[in-house]
């Protein structure tokens, strides 16, 4: 029983002193280095840092992608920073995967404008074009109506696309026609009637003169008879007076 407490004694006695002073020692002689953090840093700047301590950087990728983050930045570091190791130790650094991954097309037709972009963008897709297409609904105003690259056709980041958007024009309505009436051989002033009553305006009344027709006669009109005017349009006459 003495002999196994001694032995326990002694390894107890051991274990203080290779915690206590062998390893502060071993420690202090730069037998162990501290792994520095080097996330987000590029791979180059990374690899510079580790080397400055005596490690060595080992690039690995990430087996996802993610979106607009450049694939030469640090996303996570194995040992991780703190880490007590051996000099010479591999640090592992994980960058983001290097091919960007294809994807289908989305399909934009019926989509706002605004809601296009921001799908585009997402992807890492340029719209490269906006053109616009008359509809005749006005639902389909500011809306996609037609792409350049059909959905689901598989293509890959930076793909450019055109969109065609849709622009609603309100028909114009057409304004009532009118006829305008025969004063030829009218009065003046049945003539200047008449074309009251169809919803036209007195123009300009010229005179000519002339031994053979009655005074105050219509000879000529302008527009003429059974023109399709718009209303309030003008009716220039030309009446005879006597000769002196």
Excluded: C, H
């Amino acid at each position: 029983m003495k002999k196994a407490g001694l032995v326990i004694l002694l390894l107890i006695g051991l274990v203080l002193i290779f915690d206590k002073i062998i390893m502060p020692f071993y420690i202090s002689q730069g037998s162990v280095k501290v792994v520095p953090d080097v996330l987000n840093m590029d791979f180059e700047a990374a690899s510079l840092r580790l080397s400055q301590v005596g490690l060595e950087a080992v690039k690995s990728y990430d087996v996802k992608y993610f979106p607009r983050i450049d694939s030469n930045i640090i996303l996570s570091q194995m040992p991780e920073a703190g880490t007590e190791v051996k000099p010479g130790r591999k640090v592992y650094l994980v960058v983001n995967k290097r091919e960007k991954p294809a994807f289908p097309m989305p399909d934009f037709v019926g989509r706002e404008e605004f809601d296009a972009r921001q799908i585009a963008y997402r992807m890492e897709m340029e719209v490269q074009d906006i053109q616009g297409s008359t509809v005749a609904r006005p639902e389909w105003d500011g809306r996609v109506v037609s792409q350049s690259i059909p959905a689901q056709t598989i293509v890959k980041p930076g793909t450019s696309i055109s969109l065609a958007i849709g622009r609603y024009e309100a028909p114009v309505q057409e304004t009532q026609k009118i006829t305008v009436p025969n004063v030829l051989g009218k009065s003046l002033a049945q003539a200047q009637q008449l074309i009251a009553e169809a919803g036209l305006s007195m123009g300009k009344v010229t005179t000519e003169y002339s031994a053979l027709l009655v005074p105050n006669t219509v000879i000529s009109q302008r527009p003429g008879v059974g023109s399709l005017v718009s209303a309030g349009q003008p009716v220039e006459l030309t009446v005879v007076i006597m000769a002196e």
